[in-house]
């Protein structure tokens, strides 16, 4: 029995990424009759998939979206509205050209499609959305509807 172990839940390093639904004929394990064809096959495609990081904010005047995806160029990424109110951010990270006299002693970078997707909410002005990349982050500002603020009539007491 080896001390080391190559897979782990609970150790961030850990060189697979958890898929709860493997094995399951639904689920995004390996099976070819899956319901869910789009979802990765393995577990380096699951690690880049889920790789990319955002962060969602809310201002008075925005929601805005930041994804750290250090290395790809503008063009390498997509940023698509669906059904009208689906924010998919979307990309591919190739994969390093490998060399007959190259060793490698460790890949920990991911690469492949990634894709997250966001519902937004019924105030963002999705016609508008601005999308810039600076230094690996990428900043997608979906602009707010102003908030309507309720008209008040005086009504005439009589008597």
């Known amino acids: 029995m080896s001390l080391i172990r190559r897979s782990n839940v609970f150790d961030p390093f850990s060189l697979d990424l958890w898929d709860p639904f493997e094995g399951f ?3 995004s394990g390996s099976s070819n009759n899956s319901l869910f064809p789009s ?4 577990s380096s495609e699951t690690a880049a998939f889920a790789g990319a990081r955002i962060d969602w904010k809310e201002t008075p005047e925005a929601h805005v979206f930041k994804a750290d995806i250090p290395g790809l160029k503008k063009e390498e990424v997509k940023v698509e509205v669906e059904d009208g109110n689906i924010l998919q951010i979307s990309g591919e990270r190739n994969k390093e050209q490998e060399e007959k006299t190259d ?3 460790r890949v920990e970078r991911s690469s ?4 997250r ?3 937004l909410p019924e105030n963002a002005k999705t016609e508008q959305i601005r999308a810039a990349m600076e230094n ?6 979906v ?3 102003e908030a309507m603020k309720p008209e ?3 009504i005439q007491i009589s008597g």
């Open 103 to 105: 060793t490698w002693h």
């Open 25 to 27: 004929p639904f689920g």
């Open 152 to 154: 008040v009539k005086s």
């Open 143 to 145: 602009p707010k509807e």
């Open 117 to 119: 997707r966001f519902r």
């Open 112 to 115: 492949g499609r990634f894709m």
């Open 136 to 141: 690996g982050v990428l900043t997608v500002t």
């Open 39 to 42: 979802l990765p096959r393995t």
